[in-house]
């Protein structure tokens, strides 16, 4: 069993790429739990996965966990905010599942999404489209 610490998405919170990372170099044991919504919301709508996955290449993990989800875009203020919600907006799960078959990476993604089963298969269908195979 590992232990697992999450990215977070407020700013005023611990849980930064950074200090995520940090921790895990310091505390044997513990592994990080990349939330790519989080990560998106805490970097004002954007997100470079490959800037991410190259992060986690100090701690040489063979594995990595993660869960992913659309957040909600606040139309007041123009931010996105931590309200999970269906894929099909922001971020685009594509450039993360192609970053993970150029990089070969071994991921868990859960889904995260109010509508779990579907949007469950709407990753495994682009992981499809992009020719990987599953067993």
Same mark, same amino acid.
């Given at each position: 069993? *590992?232990?697992?610490?999450e990215?977070?998405?407020?700013i005023?919170?611990f849980g930064n790429? +950074? $200090? %995520?990372i940090?921790l895990c170099?310091e @505390?044997?044991?513990i592994v990080?739990? %990349?939330d790519?919504c989080?990560?998106?919301?805490r970097?004002?709508? !954007?997100?470079?996965?490959? $800037?991410?996955? +190259? *992060?986690?290449e @100090?701690?040489?993990l +063979?594995?990595?966990?993660?869960?992913?989800?659309n957040? *909600?875009l606040?139309?007041i203020?123009?931010?996105f905010?931590? @309200?999970?919600?269906p894929? !099909?907006?922001?971020?685009?799960f594509?450039?993360l599942a *192609?970053?993970?078959?150029?990089?070969? %990476? +071994?991921?868990?993604i @859960?889904?995260?999404?109010p509508?779990? $089963?579907?949007?469950s298969?709407?990753?495994?269908n682009?992981?499809?489209?992009l020719?990987?195979?599953?067993?």
């Open positions: 069993m *590992k232990l697992g610490i990215t977070m998405a407020r005023s919170q790429m +950074d $200090e %995520i940090k170099k @505390v044997k044991g990080p739990y %990349i790519w989080h990560i998106f919301v970097n004002n709508g !954007k997100i470079d996965y490959s $800037e991410i996955f +190259d *992060k986690l @100090v701690l040489r +063979d594995h990595i966990y993660s869960h992913f989800s957040s *909600k606040n139309t203020s123009g931010k905010v931590d @309200v999970h919600i894929i !099909k907006s922001y971020p685009s594509e450039p *192609k970053e993970i078959l150029k990089r070969k %990476i +071994d991921i868990n @859960v889904s995260e999404s509508l779990l $089963e579907m949007d298969l709407k990753m495994k682009i992981f499809e489209n020719g990987y195979k599953f067993n």
